[in-house]
């Protein structure tokens, strides 16, 4: 199978908790993986980073929310960028 042509997808998978059930709490990082690059957003993604900061930069910086599973006090997240 040729590369040639191909784009390549960057994907942040991000691990996200509250510190109360409360709905509205802030939510902060517990653990991102990143599969190819998180540029510029790479230093948002740190364990206590604030969740919503992360989303922010990503969203800006053309990826898309695929997935968002909110579990009351913890959730995942997944956002796909595709390189042109």
């Known amino acids: 199978m040729s590369c040639s042509g191909s784009r390549s997808v960057d ?27 998180a540029v510029p957003c790479a230093n948002n993604l740190d364990p206590g980073d604030s969740y919503r900061a992360a989303v922010r930069c990503l969203l800006g910086n053309r990826f898309v929310q695929v997935l968002n599973l909110d579990f009351g006090r913890t959730g995942v997240a997944v956002f796909i960028r595709r390189s042109i």
């Open 11 to 37: 994907v942040v998978t991000i691990l996200w908790e509250r510190a109360t059930l409360i709905p509205l709490a802030q939510r902060t990082i517990v653990q991102a993986t990143v599969i190819g690059s």
